[in-house]
């Protein structure tokens, strides 16, 4: 437990703590494959000389890792109000290039993030980083993270349904197990859609796509729209089609889709795609960092922004992504990927602080069984209230961090970092990541 002294306003950062865990995961599906039963995530704690701890999430694999320890070491002595610092100390202290043609050279991390550079990784890893100094300053100064990006310019913020293409368990009877069962059909995903409206309230609903053919996902997002008609809905496939199947899946769905998201890979598919359809088209995948904006707004590629603090390098480059998509008329929304409450609570703080936040954003949260705070998140109306407690307004639960490290402990090592097909082998030995486009 963290005792706060009143009046304490020492900033220096006296210790960083890093903890990677193992979360359980459902056997969601994507065109890559499916998730691990367990997923990799990194919990920092920055501890300051005024006892104050700040929380911080990120993506926990091996890679983000290497990256976080030598930052972590790097800190101490620096001060909680100095964020804007953090680029440049990650990449000194990763010894990464002067060069930055370097930086933005391809690495593979894996996964639905389009093309990774080292650039990049080192921005979900500063992410993390930041959102730990924000909580612990915030904490210091009683104020919540939202004040300290200007306030909040509403209560609530709206999350949008996750559906997804789902087994009912692991193979080989891995991972946790839940209660929701198989959705591989239009019913089975109207039925994940009816629970995620009763018992959280969610209004829009995203289906996850490129696992079935575009004609069976087609029916599936028809199915939803009439179970809840004139809600909005979205559908991503992950780049997984080709310019004339995105066209046509537009065509098809325009009167019922807010948004078609990645339909196809790369900026110039998506903007010979909106060119042919008034359906907006939605990324996280073509436009993650500011060298893609240029390209994707003057050839009008990309009609909504899908942000995420753990790409865009943390929660003030959030606002600076929201300015130039209002700058330019594009829209925003909000993407997310397996995490934690830790990383929730960062989200519904900038959500709150963005003017144009113009559409629920997603979270993959109540797929999450496990936290590592003590009170979970639960979803009313469709959505969360913000917080006004200081700094993020959550607590670590140690016991539970405690054990979930354990388990990434224990692991041989082949779940630390996750891998969608290699996940999906254990129940298709012969798979491999299709080329894409697959259709
Ligand atoms: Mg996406």
Redesign the pocket.
């Known amino acids: 437990m963290v005792v706060f002294a009143a009046g304490t306003k020492d900033l220096t950062i006296s210790e960083v703590r890093l903890t990677p865990v193992l979360i359980a995961d459902p056997p969601l599906l994507n065109t890559q494959g499916v998730h691990q039963p367990y997923t990799p995530r990194l919990i920092i704690e920055v501890v300051t000389s005024g006892g104050v701890v700040g929380l911080g999430e990120t993506y926990g694999d091996t890679k983000y890792l290497e990256v976080a320890r030598p930052l972590a070491e790097a800190l101490p002595g620096t001060s909680v109000a100095a964020s804007n610092r953090l680029p440049a100390l990650a990449a000194s202290a990763c010894g990464a290039p002067g060069e930055p043609a370097d930086g933005r050279a391809a690495v593979d991390v894996g996964g ?1 993030r389009g093309v990774q550079t080292a650039d990049k990784l080192r921005l979900s890893v500063v992410s993390g980083f930041e959102v730990a100094l924000l909580d612990a300053l915030g904490r210091t100064l009683g104020l919540p993270v939202h004040a300290l990006l200007g306030g909040k310019v509403r209560d609530r913020v709206e999350y949008s349904a996750y559906l997804f293409y789902r087994w009912a368990e692991h193979p080989h009877g891995q991972g946790e197990g839940d209660d929701w069962g198989a959705a591989l059909d239009p019913a089975g995903i109207v039925a994940q859609a009816r629970r995620f409206a009763r018992d959280y309230g969610f209004g829009s609903f995203k289906l ?1 796509g490129g696992v079935f053919e575009p004609d069976a996902e087609m029916a599936a997002v028809r199915a939803v729209a009439e179970a809840f008609p004139g809600h909005p809905l979205r559908l ?1 496939p ?1 780049g997984a089609w080709s310019v004339g199947t995105s066209l046509r899946v537009a065509e098809e769905l325009k009167d019922v889709l807010e948004y078609l ?2 339909p196809a890979g790369g900026t110039p598919a998506m903007a010979e795609v909106a060119a042919g359809t008034p359906v907006p088209l ?4 073509c436009v993650t960092t500011f060298e893609e904006i240029p390209e994707a707004f003057t050839t009008g590629a990309v009609q909504v922004v ?1 942000s995420d603090h753990h790409y865009w390098g943390g929660l003030h480059n959030t606002r600076e992504l929201a300015a130039l998509c209002r700058t330019f008329g594009v829209g925003l929304s909000m ?1 997310s990927n397996t995490h934690l409450g830790i990383s929730l609570a960062a989200m519904t703080q900038v959500a709150a602080a963005v003017p144009n936040l113009d559409y629920a954003c ?1 979270s993959h949260y109540p797929w999450q069984s496990e936290d590592v705070i003590t009170r979970r998140f639960t979803f009313h109306g469709g959505g969360l209230e913000v917080s006004d407690r200081p700094g993020l307004g959550v607590e670590l639960d140690r016991d539970r961090l405690a054990a979930l490290h354990r388990r990434w402990v224990e692991d041989d090592g082949t779940l630390r970092d996750r891998d969608d097909a290699a996940a999906m082998r254990e129940a298709d030995p012969g798979w491999t990541a299709p080329t894409v486009p697959r259709w």
């Open positions: 639905l996850k991503d992950n998201e990645d939605a990324t996280n995948m899908l993407h997603d």
